[in-house]
């Protein structure tokens, strides 16, 4: 079965500081990636998905990720976060032909100002 | 844009209650789902559903029942809750049944067990 890591559980960073966020998943088939945001309070939101094609892929609200396949990541990035940007994030993987997403344990990125 | 609407923000049950979450989608979207959230675990799958009467059991279906009599609807049950079903609930809905369609969510049901 399909694993998704995201190995920092918390990340805090300065306001108008560049943020990385790490995913790394498990399977070698072929595979399709999303991002997912949670405010507080709210349901999940997505920010970005990678089907095919370019491996960078742009989002919203600036987000950004690139798909790795020999290094099976989906790190997703910004340039520079505002205080909004706090929030959980959930990598999420699913294989061709499956029906099921499969969900990192996510990251919380918290914006100090 | 989709909405998935879960009929409750928060809910508060007993222990041995026969409990109800329900979630309605207005995209016409067949495939539809619930997740369980809980802090450190990410998202877990409960239950899932592709069409109307069918349904198939995600990674934690033990203590759940599931229901879909109507394509927008997607029932979660809790035949006799327990305490160790506190959690947020969430639902979720795909257009299709293709592994590239992304989901769409609701704002969650945080269900607390007493």
């Known amino acids: 079965a399909q694993s998704v890591t995201q190995l920092d559980s918390q990340v805090p960073v300065f306001e108008e500081a560049p943020v990385e966020l790490r995913c790394n998943y498990s399977?070698?088939?072929?595979?399709?990636l999303f991002w997912y945001v949670q405010y507080p309070n709210q349901g999940l939101q997505l920010l970005l998905k990678?089907?095919?094609?370019?491996?960078l892929v742009k989002g919203i609200n600036g987000f950004e990720a690139e798909f790795n396949k020999s290094q099976t990541s989906f790190h997703l990035r910004k340039p520079s976060v505002h205080i909004s940007d706090t929030a959980e994030y959930f990598c999420a993987v699913s294989e061709n032909g499956a029906n099921n997403l499969f969900f990192g344990t996510g990251t919380r990125l918290t914006v100090i100002p | 844009d989709v909405k998935v609407t879960q009929s409750s923000r928060y809910l508060v049950k007993r222990t041995g209650e026969k409990v109800f979450l329900e979630c309605v989608q207005d995209?016409?979207?067949?495939?539809m789902f619930w997740y369980r959230q809980d802090p450190g675990l990410g998202l877990r799958l409960i239950y899932f559903?592709?069409?109307?009467?069918?349904?198939e059991k995600g990674d934690i279906p033990e203590g759940y029942s599931v229901s879909r009599e109507k394509k927008e609807r997607f029932s979660l049950i809790l035949e006799s809750a327990s305490t160790n079903q506190t959690s947020m609930y969430l639902c979720a809905s795909s257009l299709n049944t293709g592994s590239n369609q992304p989901q769409h969510f609701g704002d969650g049901t945080r269900l607390s067990i007493l």
């Open positions: 399977s070698s088939v072929s595979v399709y």
């Open positions: 559903s592709y069409d109307v009467k069918m349904k």
């Open positions: 995209m016409d979207h067949e495939n």
């Open positions: 990678y089907l095919s094609g370019s491996t």
